[in-house]
């Protein structure tokens, strides 16, 4: 059984702060790692991806990869009320993704 | 290029009934997915293609079935609908290569069975 974990929430943090959402995932052998960002009701929308070890960015997003702990984390800077939604984490092979329950994130005006 | 459509948005099934889900991309993408997501769940793999005339089960694929005559069409079908198919159902496509970073979602199917 594959397995990604991810801390529910809710995370909730004051507009203009730093949001940081953290993901563990059991299958060694993932290559892709994905971030997903899903408004309630809406379907998922991708706004990360990585495949490296380290840092990417990506104008106020941040993924952050370390294969050898099997943690990948987003961070979101300058946080805006419109970040609020479930951000899923996503590690994945040659066939399929394994999406994590999802954090829950709440940005406070 | 209307991306990834599904059909119907919702539905209340009886227990027993059946009734396929229709899924259709104009992207010409070889990849075509159906997932499902319970309430407070990320999503699971049901079903997968990789192209026309090839399907292969997910993670729960147990209850329902698929077919892939054409590449824009990934139908699911559920045959004996169950109170534990209550879910949202979302069918997403790649392009070739599993390019992941341009995969697109549908809309999601809300499926209720009473």
């Known amino acids: 059984q594959k397995e990604v974990e991810q801390n529910s929430g809710p995370l909730s943090v004051p507009e203009g702060a730093i949001a940081s959402l953290n993901c563990t995932y059991s299958?060694?052998?993932?290559?892709?790692f994905f971030w997903y960002r899903q408004y309630s009701g809406k379907s998922p929308e991708l706004i990360m991806f990585?495949?490296?070890?380290g840092d990417k960015e990506d104008g106020r997003f941040t993924a952050q990869l370390n294969k050898a702990s099997q943690y990948v984390s987003l961070l979101i800077r300058d946080s805006q009320p419109s970040d609020s939604a479930t951000y899923l984490c996503?590690?994945?092979?040659?066939?399929?993704?394994?999406f994590g329950t999802g954090t829950r994130l709440t940005v406070i005006p | 290029n209307a991306g990834v459509t599904q059909t119907p948005k919702f539905r209340i099934l009886k227990i027993g009934q059946s009734m396929t889900l229709q899924c259709t991309q104009d992207?010409?993408?070889?990849?075509m997915y159906w997932y499902r997501q319970d309430p407070g769940m990320g999503l699971k793999l049901i079903y997968y293609?990789?192209?026309?005339?090839?399907?292969d089960k997910g993670e729960v694929p147990n209850g329902y079935n698929v077919s892939r005559s054409t590449t824009e069409d990934f139908p699911l079908r559920l045959e004996l609908a169950a109170p534990s198919q209550t879910s949202v159902y979302f069918c997403?496509?790649?392009?070739?290569?599993?390019?992941?970073?341009?995969?697109?979602f549908g809309p999601g199917t809300r499926l209720t069975v009473l």
């Open positions: 293609s990789v192209g026309a005339g090839i399907t």
């Open positions: 990585i495949y490296s070890n």
């Open positions: 997403a496509s790649i392009p070739a290569g599993v390019r992941y970073n341009e995969q697109f």
């Open positions: 992207m010409n993408h070889n990849y």
């Open positions: 299958d060694r052998g993932s290559q892709s």
């Open positions: 996503a590690p994945g092979g040659a066939n399929n993704l394994f």
